[in-house]
C-alpha cells in the first residue's frame, strides 16, 4: 500500500505533463545560453519538481550518452524510475558559449503551483554541477533571466 502514494503521484505527474489535448497546456519555450567555459560540450538536463521537490517530468536531456548521464546527478537520481524520462526529448550536448532552446507543453495547473524547473550541468573534465539553476515555474518568473552557478551564463522561459 505505502508504493501506491509514489505511483499515483507519478501517474498524476506524467498525465499533467504529457496530456495537454485533456487539459489546458501552454507553450513554454527554455532558453539556456552556456558561459564559455573552455571544456567539451556540456550535458544538460531540463526537469520539473513538485512543491515537495519530488521529480515531475523530464522536459528536454542535452547530451546523446546515457553513460555520461550519472553526471546530472539530482536529475538521475530523482528520474531512475521513469522509465520513459528520456522519450522525445534528447539531443546533442550543448557547447561552450552555445544557446540551447527548446519548446514544450506544459500544463496550465503546474503555473504557480509550487512547481520549479531545475537544470543539472556537467562536461566532461570538469566539475559536476546539479540543480545549477533552480526556477520556480511561475508566471511572475517567466522572462526573467536567471544566471547558473558554474556553466550557465543565463537562463530564461517565455510562456505563450
Known sequence: ????????????????LTL????HSREVTLSTTLKNYGGDGAYLA????????????????????????KHLADWNRLSAKD?????GVTGASVGAGRTLKV??????????????????????????????????LSTAQAGKPQAGKQYIQSFTYQLK
Not at 500500500?1 to 499533467?16: D, F, G, I, R, Y
Not at 519538481?49 to 555520461?68: C, M, P, Q, R
Not at 522509465?83 to 522519450?87: C, D, M, N, T
Open 1 to 16: 500500500m505505502s508504493s501506491t502514494k509514489p505511483l499515483l503521484t507519478t501517474v498524476a505527474a506524467a498525465c499533467a
Open 46 to 69: 531540463v526537469y520539473l519538481t513538485d512543491a515537495k521537490g519530488a521529480y515531475a517530468g523530464t522536459l528536454w536531456v542535452a547530451g546523446g550518452k546515457a553513460k555520461y548521464y
Open 103 to 136: 519548446t514544450a507543453d506544459l500544463a496550465d495547473a503546474l503555473l504557480d503551483a509550487g512547481y520549479e524547473i531545475r537544470i543539472d550541468a556537467a562536461a566532461e573534465d570538469m566539475r559536476d554541477s546539479p540543480s545549477e539553476i533552480r526556477v520556480p
Open 20 to 23: 495537454p489535448a485533456l487539459a
Open 83 to 87: 522509465g520513459k524520462r528520456l522519450q
